[in-house]
């Protein structure tokens, strides 16, 4: 069973690139790694999924190393609206298979 | 702009009374699922369906908990007796295909049991 772990809390100022890391060691072949946002009193809103090396959006970026036993979200040139809480979710979701969300990491952007 | 709507938004109630949380999802989308969100325990699942067939529930306490897709443009979730430990905001999420695919939150509600 997939198992996640973050970093409770990060600092950050406006126009600094921000990486968060999710450690996740008992990742499975199937499971892809998938992170998400959320701002109080919001449902999480999708950034970004991958399965293996590099994923990049518009958003953001995620890197994931051969092990799969971590994954890195990358924000690039955070603003103030970017404060908030960040999730990270392993599993696949069929019918034998979890879907974990990890602890969260809530990100703190400063002028 | 689709949406996942979710009634009530906020439900405050007695421990030992019935409640029932709606969900609507995105139309068109075939997998949905309810969360539970707390300070302690973060955010859990609960269960999730696929085409309106349960797929996985085993995160949610059976003697208390059910969940159900009576047709495919409504998801409820009650809990029958309520506890004061059901306290939480709980989500409702819709998507297409697997569970790695895009799940689309819908605002929550927030239950408060006394």
């Known amino acids: 069973l997939a198992k996640t772990t973050q970093p409770i809390s990060m600092d950050s100022y406006e126009g600094q690139e921000v990486n968060i890391t999710c450690s996740h060691n008992n990742i499975a072949t199937n499971d892809y790694i998938t992170w998400y946002q959320q701002f109080p009193s919001q449902g999480p809103r999708f950034i970004i999924q991958?399965?293996?090396t590099k994923v990049t959006n518009e958003v953001a970026s995620l890197f994931i190393p051969a092990d799969r036993k971590s994954s890195t979200l990358s924000l690039p040139r955070v603003s103030l609206s970017d404060t908030a809480v960040y999730y990270c979710l392993v599993g696949y979701g069929g019918a034998t298979n979890k879907l974990i969300f990890g602890t969260g990491t809530l990100l703190a952007v400063q002028p | 702009d689709a949406r996942v709507t979710q009634t009530p938004r906020h439900k405050v109630t007695e421990m030992g009374q019935e409640v029932t949380m709606r969900c609507q999802p995105i139309?068109?989308?075939?997998?949905v699922f309810w969360y539970r969100q707390t300070m302690m325990q973060g955010l859990e699942l609960l269960a999730y369906f696929r085409n309106r067939a349960p797929l996985d529930d085993s995160g949610m306490p059976k003697d208390r908990f059910s969940a159900e897709m009576p047709d495919a443009t409504l998801a409820t979730l009650k809990i029958q007796p309520s506890e004061p430990r059901d306290s939480a905001v709980y989500f409702c999420a819709s998507g297409l295909g697997q569970g790695t695919d895009t799940q689309y939150f819908g605002p929550g509600t927030r239950l408060t049991v006394l």
């Open positions: 991958g399965y293996k």
């Open positions: 139309l068109g989308h075939n997998t």
